[in-house]
């Protein structure tokens, strides 16, 4: 890892702007219960950035799905925690009031924009649309909005541009149409889930640009999902690493990237491919996620976990304080952080 | 769009001329024998009948120069002559508007109350009315014309006179409500199952999580998100469906009494008056063809996916 920016370490105040505590949710298949949010808290101050790292179906996603309401429930169902707000919770607001701070305080971006974006109706349309529905603008001043909130997004030719559909969008346009969508109503919170994951390499990094100037210019919390280290650790300021539902580690990504306090996110940083690594095999987590209808007993992660030991299979890891804000759900993360353990 | 719909039209000829060079080739496919006989079917044919039809058909020319006489007559309007001496053309035109009526009121019950079943069913799939709409749907989806028909000239013709249970000859919009409903009901079953499946699927699309993470009201993410996406493929059953009605109802217009184009149809298979039964058929393609088109053209102005394709 070369080129980290070292930022201070953020220490949780009680007057965080978006305040995860205690998370619970659970899906009702036929197949039984799944819980895929098994207690997640995380907060997050105005104007950082926040990443939440971990696998596909870690709940990274449902977790920040329950944050802006748009969970189906059912299937879906919150048995406990609370989301607050500017320390008012999310999960107990009227369904009226939460659309409103849906869009407008907190907003988010998608993974794939082709399928996020209506594909019957022109990208100007969709932008403006929460403009002229909920801030009672006029059509044409609605427009002329979009048109600059595209040429914000840099869109070439915005206004040539606004009566194009989705499909006559590049990708790498197209999730741009979709972040001036997510900034037309000056959000404070931009949830921004894979916004790079079904792109090239290089759109990949002008988009992650682009979201970083933007968050800076208009002083926006930010809270990106990802599954990719790499593209976290210039624009993160700290993380939280995702695994079954859980928090397993949460540190600045300084600290993180130069000593994780769990196995997970030590598995998670050997696999990343190095230049230098040239000609060996690329270190990866052996097995797969678990099977969220059942759980392994203990702690989750055990059964890939090359330190697991006997407590690790009968004992569920208490989330342990490490100081600065720093946490690690393992039985073993002092042990973990002195390098003593074999 | 305009490159779209001169692409399509273009099509429509290449079609046109395709079926209707099926449909006359069928008409003279009755294997051996006379094919004079072959076009009455079992009935005799009079020495009269026998040079008119002959003079109509051009049997003494070629096949491909009969087909040519054919297509030219029918785009210049001109089907010829009924055996009772009437122009086919008269005939058609006569009965096409008490046809076109039936349609229409069958199609409006096919939209009003399949499009809003449908809707409703697929926002709260596996709830009450979703489940009984299912069962309600089945049973008339399996329940023949044949027998759909009667029963409801019966109980709303007869029993208890709602309706009229016939109709005269034109037909008044009054006299064509029972049949257009009964006419509508299968669609209706249809319909209503399309757009469910439609709903239900767009409901879960991203678009539609785009759309509420945007703090729109909920109506509006249904009724403008959900909705003009679910339409594309209900718009295509309704188009295909108006076409095929065109036809005429041969089962309800016989039972009803409708002196519609299936009416015509009918009788004019069973007198064996090969003149008007070419002739219907041949206009039927024809309406076929451009209720197809028209459906194309929607299908364009819904999705601009296609429109520039």
Redesign the interface.
Known sequence: MTDIQVQPGHVPTGHALLEVKNLFVEFHTRDGVARVINGVSYHLNPGETLAVLGESGSGKSVTAQAIMGILDMPPAKIPGGEILYKGENLLTMSEEKRRQVRGKEISMIFQDALSALNPVFPVGWQISETLRTRAGMSKKDALARAVELMDLVKIPAAKARIKDYPHQFSGGMRQRVMIAMALAMDPKVLIADEPTTALDVTVQAQIMDLLGDLRRDLNMGMILITHDLGVVADVADRIAVMYAGRIVEHANVHELYKHPAHPYTEGLLDSIPRLDSKGTELATIKGLPPNLLRPPTGCAFHPRCRYAKDVCRTDVPASLNLGNGRTSACHFAKEMLDGTLR | MFRYIVRRLLQMILVFIGTTFIVFTLMFAGGEGDPIQNLAGERPVSAIQRAQLEQQFHFNDPFLTRYWHYLTDLLNLDLGTSLTGRPVWDLITERFPTTLMLASIAILVTIVFGITAGVIAGIRRGGIFDNITLVVTLIIIGIPTVVLAPIGQLLFGIKWPIFPATANNPATWYELLLPGIILGMLSVATAMRLTRASVSENL????V?????????RR?VIGV?VL??SL?PIVTFIGVELGSLMGGAIITERIFNITGIGNLLYKSLSLGDAPVVVGTVSVLVVVFLIANLIVDLLYAV????IR?E
């Open positions: 879960r699309a991203d678009f999580r785009t759309a509420r993470s945007k703090g729109i009201p509006r998100h003009r996406n594309i819904l999705d601009p996916r520039y």
